[in-house]
């Protein structure tokens, strides 16, 4: 198995929208703001070959949608999906599966392309199958006015048409084990319903992809969470599981939107969970 990184892009969101109810002056320590409130976030996907399958997790925001959709995330950096991908000897051909942790626009809308002449929408990886779930398919399709504008049916509805949709099996409890795809994954339902984490054993680490449930370094103490979860205080209790799981058994997590960090390790202090040691990718996958 070989694991690579693959940085979709990046944008700024709003500080306190990434921090809910936590004050300015303690999450500005982690992630400092520019003069708007801004703080610097990337789309980080992971890509992994393993055998004859070359699978994709999440794929960023895409570039289809319009310059005033654009201009309310402030794209910045030349990283493209694509440009990732060739980068590292791969075209958008060559992926067999695109795992997508949920259906958010930053974390799928690099999964659908304008087709040639711009009148319609098709997959941009033709040979891939595109996995979800069930219950976040039907959740993100039939979205609650929270989410609806994160739910954007050009990233989705596309995907079904296709033919392409495969959904993993659903869990009997928090952790699916043996998924079809070769990896386990933690769902979550605090940030969106049914959000995928997926757990991939690489030479003897245990890989964890984080998506939303663990966005930056930042938001490693249990109350600091996100504005944009729809039920913060079963984000609290997923959070808390999921990092004492890390810390016991030294997962090493892969962080989608943390600009500064790519991958950390954390451990059990008197204050909780906290950071341990940081790593970049290239130290963990070569």
Known sequence: MN?????????????????????????????????????????????????????LIDTGMGNKQSEKFFSYYHPWGDDTLEGALKANGFHPDDITDVFMTHLHFDHCGGSVQWNKDKTGYEPAFKNAHFWSNKDHWQWATQPNRREKASF????????????????????????????????????????????????????????AFMADLLPTVGHLPIPFVMG??????????????????????????FLEHDAHNEIITVQKTKKGVRLKNTYTTKEIFN
């Open 152 to 207: 954007l049916k050009e990233n989705i509805i596309p995907i079904e048409e296709s033919g392409q949709l495969k959904f993993t099996s659903l869990p009997k409890e928090d952790l699916l084990n043996n998924s079809e795809l070769g990896f386990d994954i933690f769902f979550a339902n605090g940030h969106t319903d049914k959000q995928m984490i997926p757990l991939i054993n690489y030479k003897g680490k245990t890989i």
């Open 3 to 55: 694991l690579f990184p693959i940085n979709a892009g990046n944008l700024k969101l709003d500080g306190g929208a990434m921090f809910g109810v936590v004050p300015k002056s303690l999450w500005q320590r982690t992630n400092p703001a520019d003069a708007n409130n801004m703080i610097d976030l990337t789309m980080r996907s992971l890509l992994i070959e393993d055998g004859n399958r070359l699978i």
């Open 228 to 253: 944009y979860d729809t039920r913060p205080l079963l984000t609290l209790n997923e959070k808390e599981k999921f990092l004492d799981i890390a810390a016991d058994n030294n997962y090493y997590l």
